[in-house]
């Protein structure tokens, strides 16, 4: 099992990703544009 947090913003959102041990599998930013 994964979990996925998103931190939704004006300019830009952070995604996280945990596993069921609450390990950091991913963490990045997407840019909020048409683009991202």
Known sequence: MIFVG???ADK??????LDQ???E???F???H???G
């Not at 830009?12 to 990703?17: G, P």
């Open 21 to 23: 041990d609450g390990t």
């Open 33 to 35: 544009t048409c683009h």
């Open 29 to 31: 930013r997407i840019p």
């Open 6 to 8: 998103i931190d939704w």
């Open 12 to 17: 830009e959102h952070e995604v996280c990703v």
């Open 25 to 27: 599998l991913a963490h």
